[in-house]
């Protein structure tokens, strides 16, 4: 039947919150759990379920709205000044350390493309750190922000990377760049656009008098820009979940308040999102995953706990930045530990370098598997540490890092 794979893989990500409150004692993230349900069920193991086109064209949808809700949660406000520059200096030290690990593992004859794999090891699982920096409470502390900025500025930068320098389409990285430009034009003018429109008094009173009827205008018109700015990146010849990212972005600039002037409005697209898409994207993730080719060769496995540790390196590493803003020494392992968490980025690299012969299969699974583990334990690791500074936060004021 055409959707008996869908039924399953749905049927995972509504069993999950309950496997995990008959276990509250395991600080499990529930997209962890998802992942390895879907590698135990998936044809790796049980092969009860298979990710047949439809399952695979909700995945997609999955991960392009995690990227929005990613993008969503962006405070800018949060990030001007001292944080702003805090992220920067935080970046700046990943793609040094990124670029340095590519070219040292390419010298010793470990891989093939330096630059694939440094774009790959830049990114963090924005969709993944949300959900547990909201669980512990810290989205709203500098913690929270500045791991949330830090991962945001991985993410956005290993997608432009990635659509810049390994593309199946024949323009080079120069023109590339300006059609980066182009679009940076036009979600200017959409803010501009969008800002002016808000400020009328006829617009206005219509979407409130729709917003919470069955028309959902608030929602209908976020799910116009989403695939909208998807369909812009993706005709630019970038990857649609930059374009599901800056929407997020977008709609938390023209609507900065939204949380305190129409909170339903965040909670209908969670609810979507969280509720539906992105589980699939995990699941499938965990359906997809090649355990054949990982176990194939103990070279191969052998390299997991290397790009791991690059991994960490790269991402967790640079998290010493923030230091200045008054961050505690669990607060800044925490940061840096779930800026070290990621995943989807990575699929997504070695899926286009397997297809442009920029990385070998063994090299391919083995950067996953350890984005991967990155998944289940950095999470984990980092969760006793957000839990004792939030602990310690209570008994006396945070510092201001101005």
Known sequence: MPYDNLVIVLAVSAGVPFLLAVMPRVPLPGPVLEIVAGIVLGPAVLNVVQPDATVQALSIIGLSFLLFLAGLEIDFQHLRGPWARLVGMGLAGTLALAATIGWVLHIAGLVESPLLIGTALVATSLGLLVP?????????????????GGGSAG??????????????????????????????????????ASMRAGRSMWLSGAVVKLADTSAQVRVRLTMAL????????????????????????????????????????????????????????????GIQFDVGALFADAGTVLRVPMFLAALLLVRGLPALAYRSAGLSRAEIMASGLLQATSLPVIVAATTIGLKLDAIRPANAAALVAAGLLSVVVFPLTALPLLNRSRTSASTGPEKDPD
């Open 132 to 148: 547990i920096l909201k669980d512990a409470d810290a989205v709203d502390r500098p913690v929270g922000q500045l791991t949330i």
């Open 226 to 285: 989403i695939v909208g700015l998807s369909a812009v990146a993706l005709h630019l010849g970038f990857e649609a979940i930059l374009g599901a990212f800056i929407a997020g972005a977008v709609l938390r600039l023209v609507d900065p308040d939204a949380e305190r002037t129409h909170p339903q409005f965040h909670v209908k697209l969670e609810g979507l999102g969280y509720g539906f898409l992105v589980p699939v994207f995990f699941v499938t993730s």
């Open 155 to 192: 993410e956005i930068s290993a997608v432009v990377l990635l659509s810049l320098f390994f593309s199946e389409h024949s323009s080079g990285p120069a023109s590339r760049l300006l059609l980066l430009l182009g679009l940076a034009c036009l979600v200017a003018l959409i803010v501009v």
